[in-house]
C-alpha cells in the first residue's frame, strides 16, 4: 500500500503564509480538522464573484455550498437546486452537467447501483512510491 501525501500551502489576508503537509493514513476526519483549523485563523479562498446567469453556474453552487466533501446524487442536487433559487429545472439537466462536470475534473463519478454518485474534487492528492532499501 502506498502512502497518501497532501500538501495545503495557503496565505491569510495579512500576508502570512502557511504549509501544512499530511503524510500516511490520510483520512477525510483528518482533512475535516484542517479545514476547522483554517476556519478557526479565518483563512478563506478568495470567493470570486459568482455568475448566477447559466443553470451551470447555480448548479456548480448547489455543488460547492451543500456538498463540498460528501456524496451526492443528480436527485440530491436537484432537491437543493428547487429549494435554494425556486424554479423548476429538469432531472437530465442536472444529469448532463454533472456528467461535464466530471469529464472536467471538477467531480469524481462512480456509479452505485442504477445511479450515479458524485464526489467534488478540491484537494489535490499527490501518491509517492514507498522505496524501500
Not at 502512502?3 to 501544512?20: L, P, T, V
Not at 499530511?22 to 477525510?28: H, I, P, Q
Not at 456548480?60 to 440530491?76: E, L
Not at 437546486?81 to 463519478?109: H, Q
Amino acid at each position: 500500500m502506498t502512502n497518501k501525501r497532501i500538501r495545503i500551502d495557503m496565505e491569510d489576508s495579512d500576508g502570512a503564509r502557511y504549509d501544512i503537509k499530511v503524510e500516511g493514513n490520510v483520512t477525510r476526519d483528518k482533512i475535516l480538522k484542517i479545514f476547522e483549523m483554517m476556519d478557526l485563523m479565518n483563512i478563506e479562498e478568495e470567493q470570486a464573484p459568482i455568475n448566477m446567469d447559466s443553470i451551470g453556474s447555480k448548479i456548480w453552487n448547489i455543488v460547492d455550498k451543500f456538498f463540498p466533501m460528501g456524496k451526492f446524487t443528480s436527485t440530491n442536487i436537484l432537491e437543493k437546486y428547487e429549494d435554494e433559487y425556486n424554479e423548476p429545472v429538469k432531472l437530465s439537466i442536472i444529469s448532463t452537467y454533472l456528467s461535464r462536470f466530471a469529464a472536467k475534473g471538477r467531480v469524481n463519478r462512480t456509479r452505485t447501483g442504477r445511479e450515479w454518485t458524485y464526489q467534488s474534487i478540491k484537494i489535490a492528492q499527490k501518491q509517492q512510491p514507498i522505496i524501500k532499501k
